[in-house]
């Protein structure tokens, strides 16, 4: 599988970004996506997950801001960013496996990352 993740840029303190993530392959459907994060000088961090029978588990600094969606039709992944913060600087990146597991762990496929700059 691969991954394409885009949708990154600049936005001030408050406001919205959707991610995408385009995969390849028709057996998307049957997969987990991830969003992990990794801001400068810090390690990699845990976003969001959603697996193929409809769980999803998101990081508490993101809960209620953040929405991780798919569109299985389109083998894309979404990630809807609302009332951003400027710790939520970043670059973003989405990974794929077959794993049902929704916590935090390290995933088969990557992308490679999008960058998100949110001005205060």
């Known amino acids: 599988v691969q991954l394409q993740a885009s949708g990154g840029g600049l936005v001030q303190a408050g406001g919205s970004l959707r991610l995408s993530c385009a995969a390849s392959g028709r057996t998307f459907r049957t997969y987990t996506v991830g969003w992990f994060r990794q801001a400068p000088g810090k390690e990699r961090e845990f976003v969001a997950a959603?697996?193929?029978?409809?769980?999803?588990n998101y990081a508490d600094s993101v809960k209620g801001r953040f929405t991780i969606s798919r569109d299985n039709a389109k083998n894309t992944g979404y990630l809807q960013m609302n009332n951003l913060k400027a710790e939520d600087t970043a670059v973003y990146y989405c990974?794929?496996?077959?794993?049902?597991?929704?916590?935090?762990?390290?995933?088969?496929?990557w992308g490679q990352g999008t960058l998100v700059t949110v001005s205060s």
């Open positions: 959603i697996n193929w029978i409809g769980g999803s």
């Open positions: 990974s794929a496996d077959r794993s049902l597991d929704l916590r935090p762990r390290v995933y088969d496929y």
